[in-house]
């Protein structure tokens, strides 16, 4: 368990006494269970389509492969559209598209969103069509709400390349030949004499004439587990028909393009469907190199200028949030409740959903975070037995049985996470989760990990995070805030004023809305500015305690009776 995450070795942390009262966790090896984190769904029929793809991946820790819809529903809305019964018609938002009820009720399509976005033309019926901005949303990598992905080709970029009539646009079928087009945010296209990769064609796509790589052909006919409606079977994730049921006609050759992920410039190939984008990053670790990019998302924001939220607890630095963290002691309730709390951040595999509903049952006001190590290796946690020896390096000086965590082997250790996050976590019912001791990179993990490979890390828990409808904080990092604020809701920091890193807190998290939670264990906080910056500073004990113990200690900035900085 880990309480201060250890920052370039520039201190050695007291050894404390670990209360370690491991709970039984029952793993269920690849059988599924009950899908407690299923999204809601509007309709029977949208209901089946949702569950033949993404019930499996839902149910399944670690299924392998990622959601065809999303695990979230963003927004279930009566949209206009003059040939359905009233003029209204049911649709349902997904990350990764939109679910639309035909006008005769009878079955689900799921709309041809990139042509809306592309053109700026709002389909309200079948001839009729709303004027509107095409899209500014890149069409990959990080949002540019803030100038952090600028470069990259949004979905107006598109305009003079796409084809949605027959002869518009075509290219010569070019089978088995690698893939040399790019295209930058002007759409201005080029022919690059050295790609970033070889890619070839796979397919040559008539009907609108277009080109399609062999990494989005071998996507698009992936086979696994699917959900008949009574049990599962293996069959084709994307439908017998996946042209017609999921991504529908290329309208676009393949591009190459220039984005950033994660703050980090990257080449990524992207081609533009009728109803889905495709994205392949060849430095990507492999299980993430082809990818969907989240079209229903874009979509919703583009069309109601700003969207509909993603229901996730997103804390601001509007008022103080009075907030209680305890690790080395085991929550009990209600001995450890405190009044004015609003916040309680406690250990996901050591707590208990009833514990959770009793803290939520106080308040309609009460969060509670899942704490959790997702950057070392615990040989006390239940399932330890998981973590193969390759990933296992050097340990994490001042915490016995405590190994740092080789965190480029995403396809072992992210599987792990995801479960942590399912059973500690989600099942449970915790609102957010305080993934630590991610900042792997600046310590002595006996692993050459780059910075960049630490920051595809963390943007990735942070996305499986959002994917279970999570709140996520970033914890630590500091030097890294800049580059990570945008993936995360909240950061919860140590000692940046003793070590003078505060500024980049403010000017990341806080100065774009984020609340940022800060814990000092040897010096004062420097409350007048923490409190003018609208920064939740206090003074705590290291070992984070449990309120009735003599050694607890909680100084904060803003008095938890007050409300106002």
């Avoid at 600028?150 to 079928?173: M, R």
Wanted: negative net charge; hydrophobic residues 35%; proline residues 6%.
């Amino acid at each position: 368990m880990h309480v201060v995450t250890t920052r370039n070795m520039r201190f050695l942390l007291v050894l404390f006494l670990l209360i370690a009262l491991v709970i039984s966790i029952f793993i269920i090896a690849y059988a599924p269970h009950p899908a407690e984190s299923a999204p809601a769904v509007a309709n029977p029929k949208f209901n089946a389509m949702w569950e033949y793809s993404d019930k499996y991946v839902n149910d399944v820790p670690g299924a392998g492969r990622g959601f065809t819809w999303g695990p979230n529903s963003l927004a279930v809305l009566q949209e206009d559209y003059q040939e359905a019964p009233g003029g209204k018609r049911l649709v349902q938002y997904f990350d990764k598209s939109r679910m639309e009820l035909s006008p005769d009720g009878k079955y689900v399509t799921n709309g041809l969103l990139t042509k809306e976005l592309v053109t700026g033309q709002r389909q309200d019926g079948d001839n009729i069509f709303t004027p509107l901005s095409p899209s500014d949303i890149p069409v990959a990598g990080d949002s540019n709400a803030n100038g952090g992905n600028a470069l990259a080709p949004t979905y107006a970029s598109f305009q003079n390349v796409i084809s949605f009539n027959p002869g518009e646009n075509t290219a010569q079928a070019q089978l088995n030949q690698p893939i040399t087009l790019s295209i930058d945010k002007a759409g201005k296209t080029l022919n690059l004499n050295n790609p970033p990769a070889k890619v070839l064609i796979g397919y040559y796509e008539p009907t609108l004439g277009h080109n399609v790589p062999t990494v989005f052909q071998d996507y698009q006919n992936l086979m696994g587990q699917v959900w008949n409606g009574s049990s599962y079977q293996k069959g084709a994730v994307y439908t017998d028909n996946p042209t017609a049921n999921v991504f529908g006609y290329p309208v676009t050759e393949a591009y190459w393009i220039k984005a950033n992920v994660a703050g980090t410039e990257k080449d990524v190939l992207v081609q533009l469907f009728e109803r889905r984008v495709m994205t392949y990053t060849p430095t990507n670790p492999e299980a993430f190199r082809v990818e969907m990019g989240n079209i229903g998302q874009h979509y919703l924001q583009w069309r109601y200028s700003g969207g509909v939220p993603l229901a996730v607890w997103k804390p601001t630095p509007d008022q103080p949030i009075h907030w209680h963290w305890q690790l080395s002691d085991e929550f009990v309730y209600p001995r450890d409740v405190l009044p004015n709390v609003t916040v309680y951040d406690i250990d996901g595999e050591k707590t208990s959903a009833e514990t959770v509903a009793k803290l939520h049952a106080l308040s309609p006001d009460i969060k509670v975070i899942c704490y959790f190590d997702a950057g070392v290796y615990e040989s006390y946690r239940s399932d330890a037995g998981r973590f193969p020896a390759s990933v296992i390096g050097n340990a994490d000086v001042g915490w016995d049985n405590s190994y740092w965590l080789d965190i480029r082997q995403t396809d072992i250790l992210l599987p792990i996470m995801q479960d942590r996050i399912q059973h500690w976590c989600k099942d449970k019912g915790f609102d957010a989760i305080e993934p630590d001791e991610t900042e792997v990179w600046s310590n002595d993990s006996g692993f050459a990990i780059t910075k960049e490979q630490n920051n595809f890390y963390n943007m990735k828990i942070a996305e499986m995070a959002h994917a279970a409808g999570l709140s996520v904080g970033l914890k630590g990092n500091t030097s890294e805030t800049g580059e990570l604020w945008q993936y995360f809701d909240w950061t919860l920091n140590e000692q940046c004023w003793e070590y003078d890193e505060c500024d980049n807190l403010k000017s990341s998290f806080i100065d774009h809305g984020k609340a940022v939670f800060n814990i000092e264990y040897n010096v004062n906080p420097l409350c007048s500015t923490a409190n003018s910056w609208h920064m939740n500073s206090a003074r705590r004990d290291l070992n984070l305690v449990n309120p009735t113990s003599s050694k607890y200690r909680y100084s904060p900035c803003v008095p938890d009776t007050k409300n106002s900085w």
